[in-house]
């Protein structure tokens, strides 16, 4: 292995100036496989390294690479993202598709799900047409005894000519079993030749002709079957002119164009050459499991009945809404005490702080910014922000794990249809609820660029975790005054906080359908979503990841932006125009803006300079009112409600800045990632103003009907 020239036929580097070679001499091993199939979870065990292993298709949405060794060599691996087809659409999908034609791997590891081999096999067929120095993993052997299948790993090996394995990834008895499939493999000098597809007999001799017209061009090369094929349906690509080299993809183009004229006059029709190759996929993939796989059981596995419950028409609809019902319940109560206790620690600092700043002499201007404003600001969005993303992300990364997700996606598909999207906006739009940006970047598992974007412009109509600690606290101060607390009142609050963000699914929905009949025209394309098996989710590894991963990464973020706020939000507060503060001058600006949408200008105001992070909008809004100078600690619902009534709120005022803080622009991080993942400042502007408008017009029908 590590040849100059790859089995696809591309010049590809020495393994001295290979930049996947961390050494000469490394071997580099390319780990693929359909979704959902526990390549993430083989490339941990191999590797040591805290790759995340989310349990819906196309999780893996980049390559990731590691190192590791066996007996007798060392590797380097490069996890892929998953393909069902090396004949893609998706971006991630090309990712893969890309490597493995490009020849820059000396072995290439399929990993197979035991439970559904057939539906594998394609890939797995494919890959052979491009080399035959494959090892298949045929991984999940204990899913499959559970559902009383069978795999003969001797019989499968036969017959596909290529080493195959079966292991059970989360197992770390498996690992031997691969890194001894990888020494023998490497040292094998002899091979008996690959299981090949038989195409009908005009495109086998095209093939043939295009090979042998590459052969004597260079007899080094060897062109695969893959891209005799992919050279056959199409007349050129740019993916070979600049891998082959421009005057060999010349040559063959055009000894293509010439085949193509061949095999029209032979009956085939090259429009259905694409159908032609995957009937015959199909039709060897299941002679290969007849005789491989034995099913000893027709009954029906717990999985199968949990989806007629979980998936059903009448019962989907309902158990979805009951779950996420239930995580938001445990978010509010579970993340109250903590938030509190939190919240004191941090402020408990300001006094030490101030102390060592007074001793180094700072001047009271300096402190004031720093303590009042930065340090303020930064203790109220950790200590409001933290606990709900420490509750709220687990439990959604639970859920993702055990394979409910999915299940959410696929009863959610025929809404988004209708809207001209895809389902696997369901699973953005519910990563949006813990943070719109970890939302927006998530978006990359779809595979349409166009749906990509319906739902890149969308996500921040879901309120995400740093919106719920005002809503809570509107709904505690201002709908629930007959609750006295308690069970009655938290399950309450659960149940209205499910109402808003019906509301803002319901606004997705809309803003979707709108977008797809004119800014975001374009036929929506199908999609494969996958369900995977239940499983019990690795509780320990989901909590550990979701902190690390998740809260502190988007905590980080929000704390970047914040500080720059609490200092702005400071010197507005002190820098005086006529006797009266730049905060209540502008809130006096923006008053007949709000009164024509049920707010007021602090209301406003106080959306504005929380731009940089949504929870420190009700304190600048107390901080307006109050005429402070920084940031004051709420406290109970009771005292923050009367300071609200006597400046003029009632449940309308609380009702309109609901609805606002549901719909309006998204934060600053939020707004970054939309320009990273788009890469467009129209379309982030874009990003600003949808959501801004739909809750503009909200306010303002409700103002004008219960005024």
Known sequence: MGQTRNFAGFHTPTQENDPLRLESGELVIALAGNPNVGKSTIFNLLTGMNQHTGNWPGKTVASARGCFKTEKSECVLVDLPGTYSLVTHSPEEEITRG??????????????????????????????????????CVNLLDEAAKKQIEIDIARLEERLGVPVIGIVGRSRKSKKKLLSAIDLLAESNVQKKAYTVKYPAPIEEAIGNLTAIAHEYEPSVHLSR?????????????EFSELLGSELNG????AAGKLRCELTDDGIDLLKLDEIRVSANVRCAEEICKECVKIHSNKKSTGERFDRVLTGKITGYPIMLLFFAMILWLTIVGANYPSQMLSKLLLS???????????????????????????????WVISVMLPPMAIFFPLFTLLEDAGFLPRIAYN??????????????????CMGFGCNAAGVVGCRIIDSERERLLAVLTNSFVPCNGRFPTLIALIGMFFLFSVNGGLASSILSALILCAVILLGIAATFVSTALLSVTLVKSKPCPFTIELPPYRR????????RSV???????????????????????????????????????????????????????????????????????????????????????????ATREILVQNGWTALTALNTMLFSLMHWPC??????????????????????LPTLFGFVLCLITALMFT
């Open 99 to 136: 490597f493995l034609c490009s020849g820059v791997y000396d072995a290439v590891m399929l990993v197979c799900d035991a439970t559904c081999l057939e539906r594998n096999m394609n890939l797995v067929l494919q890959t052979l047409e491009l080399t035959q120095k494959v090892i298949v």
């Open 226 to 238: 893959h891209i005799c094929l992919r050279l056959l349906e199409f007349d050129g690509d740019y």
């Open 251 to 254: 040559l063959l183009t055009n």
């Open 349 to 379: 600092f300001e006094a030490p702080i101030g102390a060592a700043l007074a001793y180094m002499r700072a001047p009271d201007f300096l402190m004031g910014i720093l303590i009042d404003g930065v340090y303020r600001t930064l203790a």
């Open 412 to 429: 959610l598909d025929k809404p988004f249809c209708a809207c001209n999207a895809c389902g696997k906006q369901a699973l953005t739009m």
């Open 537 to 544: 989710p690795q509780i320990g590894k989901v909590i550990i």
């Open 548 to 638: 690390f991963d998740r809260t502190l990464l988007v905590l980080a973020r929000a704390v970047t932006v914040a500080a720059p706020a609490g200092a702005l939000i400071w010197l507005l507060a002190h820098i005086n125009i006529g006797g009266i503060n730049m905060l209540t001058y502008i809130s006096g600006i923006l008053d007949p803006i709000g009164s024509i949408m049920g707010l007021d200008g602090a209301i406003l105001l106080g959306f504005i300079l929380g731009f940089p992070a949504n929870e420190i909008v009700l304190p600048i809004i107390l901080m307006i009112y109050s005429g402070s100078g920084s940031l004051s600690e709420l406290g109970g619902l009771d």
């Open 668 to 689: 600053s991080t939020t707004l970054l990632s939309v320009k990273k993942e788009t890469g467009s400042i129209r379309m982030t502007l874009l990003a600003t103003v």
